[in-house]
């Protein structure tokens, strides 16, 4: 005679031992499973970048071209108000700039000359634009350009691609710029633009084209320099930081600005 309740008592533990083991099995094997999860950003490949970013004083601030002129507009604007508040201040007896205003618009005499000259000033800028225009000029570090491609083999060699534009060529009359085609160059109303590669190795123009340039990268971690074929590059030595999801180069750096292109995939 068979004793059910013996055979019942010895079934149940290695039923739940399977079920146990199995668990165990499974939650191993997801976790040691890494298609699971998204793979690793890798150096190599194709990245890109819409443009120069533009951080004044090297600080936090990254700004498009446009951004960096109209922060340089209100930095020049404040700084020529400030310069007429001293100048009248220095004319006045002592105490008179730290003294309150009749009214209760201002809290100092400075204040109110403050705000009086920076109205002017503000008023000079949107009425003349050739202020704007002579500022864009002294500050065109570097031409701007888009759609920049960066390709990283696995070799550790690079391209830099970009739409090309003509650089270090010389000012063309409105005379001479016309007597051109207009597909190769074109008046703007103030200056010779330089359209097209053919346009920019005519001998008066005397330009070098530029649509790119290639090298090495040197080192294994994070932090590459580029080594640019090209020794006049503008990445000719700098550093390539790759942060695991994106890269970052500054092609320019001085205490007062740094230009800097950052790429994603």
């Known amino acids: 005679m068979v004793n059910f309740s013996t055979t019942q ?4 533990p290695i039923k739940k031992y399977l079920i146990l083991s199995l668990l165990s099995l499974l939650i191993y094997s997801c976790a040691n499973d890494s298609s699971s999860g998204p793979s690793p950003t890798l150096i190599n490949g194709q990245w890109n970048s819409d443009q120069y970013l533009y951080s004044p004083n090297c600080g936090q601030q990254n700004l498009s071209f446009d951004d960096y002129i109209s922060y340089l507009v209100i ?5 020529s108000a400030q310069t007429q508040v001293d100048i009248i ?12 205003t009749a009214g209760d618009t201002y809290d100092t005499n400075a204040d109110s000359v403050y705000a009086i000259q920076l109205s002017f000033v503000v008023n000079q800028w949107d009425t003349d634009s050739t ?21 990283i083999n696995n070799d550790n060699t690079y391209t830099i691609s970009y739409e090309g534009v003509c650089v270090d060529y010389n000012d ?6 016309n007597a051109f085609e207009d597909d190769l160059v074109f008046w703007n109303g103030t200056s010779c633009e330089i359209l097209t590669e053919g346009g920019c190795v005519l001998e008066p123009v005397g330009g070098t084209w530029d649509d790119g340039s290639s090298g090495v990268l040197d080192g294994d971690s994070d932090i590459y320099t580029m080594d640019d074929v090209n020794d006049d590059s503008l990445f000719e030595g700098n550093e390539l930081n790759f942060d695991g999801s994106s890269i970052s180069i500054t092609v320019i750096s001085t205490p007062e600005l740094c230009v800097s292109l950052n790429f994603t995939k």
Not at 9 to 12: E, K, S, T, V
Not at 75 to 79: D, S
Not at 89 to 100: D, I, K, L
């Open 75 to 79: 930095e020049l604007q404040q700084y």
């Open 9 to 12: 008592g010895l079934a149940m």
């Open 172 to 177: 063309l009359s409105e005379q001479l710029c």
């Open 89 to 100: 201040c220095n004319g006045q007896p002592e105490g008179w700039c730290e003294s309150p």
């Open 131 to 151: 202020l704007t225009e002579m500022l864009i000029a002294d500050n065109m570090v570097i031409n701007d350009v888009s759609d920049i491609q960066l390709n």
